[in-house]
């Protein structure tokens, strides 16, 4: 009886995240109450507040869900850690690219999260995590580059806190002018011939 209720509670938890997302979609993250999701899933408001305690938990919980896939697929082909290469690094890139490209839960989160969420009130919290992720990515990128400059793949003129940087800012300007035209481009191709490009500027001493 404990499991039966436990599996319908982790159920209804799944539905409301599923319906979110779909209702996030169409009306925006702030256009749209928990009470709404509560009518489009079937639920009362009280059922929504059992499980989350605000949008932005709901909203968290939504990211955690095609996130951390992500994050311990990178961590089992060893494109986390200490010994990470720029050549791992840049291969991991591309290969979230591309399941945001074929992928269309993660791809309708991804556009979410870049197109329709505003960091106001109690969407505060998103932002914090949001940052958060970013940090920690910034800071598995910078040990590798600084690792480069060591063995002299990298020039030791170029910081790597400034190359962790635009590492970053090519990824999510790739995916944000994605998602503004879908057939404008091959994501995973062209995110990986600019990738390449920037990597070489880096390891090329002027």
């Not at 409301?16 to 899933?41: H, M, N, P, Y």
């Not at 945001?100 to 998103?126: C, D, S, W």
């Not at 480069?148 to 990824?171: C, E, Y």
């Amino acid at each position: 009886m404990v499991r039966r209720t436990k599996e319908e509670a982790q159920a209804t938890r799944s539905h409301i995240l599923d319906t979110a997302e779909l209702v996030f979609e169409q009306r925006g993250v702030s256009g749209t109450s928990l009470g709404e999701i509560a009518k489009v899933a079937g639920l009362t408001r009280g059922a929504i507040y059992w499980h989350f305690q605000d949008k932005a938990d709901l909203f968290n919980a939504m990211m955690e869900r095609v996130t951390l896939p992500l994050e311990e697929t990178d961590e089992a082909c060893g494109f986390k850690g200490a010994d990470i290469t720029l050549s791992q690094m840049r291969s991991g890139f591309v290969d979230v690219l591309r399941k945001v490209m074929t992928e269309p839960q993660l791809r309708r989160v991804f556009e979410i999260a870049t197109h329709k969420v505003e960091y106001v009130g109690e969407m505060n919290a998103v932002r914090e995590r949001h940052l958060a992720m970013r940090n920690a990515c910034l800071t598995d990128i910078e040990r590798a580059m600084r690792r480069a400059v060591r063995s002299g793949a990298m020039p030791k003129g170029i910081s790597p806190r400034s190359g962790a940087i635009g590492m970053i800012a090519l990824f999510d300007g790739l995916l944000q002018n994605w998602m503004l035209d879908r057939d404008g481009f091959d994501l995973p191709r062209v995110g990986g011939q600019v990738f390449d490009a920037y990597l070489r500027g880096l390891t090329t001493a002027a």
